[in-house]
């Protein structure tokens, strides 16, 4: 609870610090928790150490924001689908170990709006009714947090204080009805990109609906992202070699766009009341943007996608 007060206090200097000079109590609760720096409370200049400390004067009081009561629970719900071991960003955030050198690199990151990588926003023109789904931006007092954090040489804080961190973004799909992978393989060499279409059957004997849906890519060094379209006549067989592969470009088929996939890219799981209808017949195609390393050629084998089906109307059976 102190701590809290304190990371309020960081947060709103100025409306604490005229509270100090007035509020006994205000007073009470700075010096809760605080070692010597407190006579700068009870003083009253509260807000002038606040606002102009730089942390570098031992005078300056600290804002009490620590890894295990606020960062963890902040970034990792926010960061971690990407930078966890194991993941597509260079570094993981999981620990406080390997968190805390990167403070600095962190407050800059956010507050240029590179990361979290997230190329939608609102603007004049185009201000979404809903929302966006799946947004992981911070808003202004989580950048504040972080910032106040980093001026604060980054502490640990204490670990049996820790607060419990929201769950972090999965990038695979839980418990999908149906795998669909390429069947042959494609071998990617020298430096010119290459689009790949494989056709794939899901064997629909009648409509279906999408519930959730995501891209597996086979081979992460090369695949650099992906577009999934309905095929409705199913006519993409013919083009395909007997792996189900053929060439094609980047744009669009034609058919509806029911996936994409970047690295990082979450499930698309669809509103409870919502499907996207694939007709019996359909094919899915998978169109795959390869990248070469520029080193050496690289196979991919298993690119591929999860899919999550009902056969009911999404909207009927959910009223
Ligand atoms: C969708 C995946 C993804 C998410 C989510 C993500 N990052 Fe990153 N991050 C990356 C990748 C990939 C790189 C490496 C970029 C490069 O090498 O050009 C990176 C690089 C960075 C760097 C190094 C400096 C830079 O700007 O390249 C920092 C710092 C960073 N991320 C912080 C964060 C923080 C903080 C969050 C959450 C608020 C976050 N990232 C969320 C993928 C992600």
């Not at 979290?116 to 992981?136: I, Q, R, V």
């Not at 279906?208 to 992460?220: H, K, L, Y």
Request: aromatic share 6%.
């Amino acid at each position: 609870m102190a701590s809290f007060l304190h990371a309020r206090a960081a947060l709103l200097p100025i409306c604490l610090s005229l509270a100090c000079g007035s509020d006994g109590e205000t007073a009470d609760l700075a010096d809760d928790g605080t070692d010597g720096t407190d006579g700068a409370d009870d003083d009253g200049s509260v807000g002038t150490g606040d606002t102009t400390g730089d942390g570098s004067s031992g005078a300056a009081p600290t804002s009490g924001i620590t890894w295990h009561e606020h960062i963890a629970p902040l970034i990792l719900p926010s960061c971690a689908g990407c930078h966890r071991d194991g993941g597509i960003a260079p570094f993981s955030f999981e620990s406080y170990e390997g968190t805390q050198p990167l403070a600095e690199a962190i407050v800059a990151a956010v507050e240029s709006g590179a990361m979290p990588p997230f190329a939608a926003s609102e603007t004049a023109d185009c201000e979404p009714k809903h929302g966006w789904k799946d947004d992981l931006r911070l808003s202004e007092d989580d950048k504040q947090m972080l910032r106040d954090w980093a001026n604060d040489g980054a502490p640990e804080g204490d670990p049996s204080l820790a607060a419990e961190v929201p769950a972090v973004p999965q990038t695979t799909l839980q418990d999908p009805d149906q795998s669909l992978r390429m069947a042959g393989s494609t071998t990617i060499e020298g430096t010119t990109d290459r689009f790949v279409c494989y056709s794939l059957d899901p064997g629909l004997t009648e409509d279906a609906f999408i519930e959730a849906i995501q891209v597996v890519p086979g081979n992460d060094k090369i695949v650099h992202h992906v577009l999934i379209y309905v095929d409705e006549s199913g006519d993409t067989a013919e083009l395909a070699d007997e792996d189900g592969a053929f060439d094609c470009s980047g744009g669009a088929l034609g058919g509806a766009l029911v996936g994409a996939w970047a690295p990082g890219a979450v499930p698309n799981r669809m509103p409870a009341d919502a499907g996207m209808q694939i007709p019996a017949g359909a094919r899915l195609v998978m169109n795959v943007h390869y990248h070469p390393t520029g080193v050496g050629p690289e196979v991919d084998e298993a690119t591929g996608i999860d899919i999550v089906w009902t056969e009911e109307r999404p909207f009927l059976r959910h009223g």
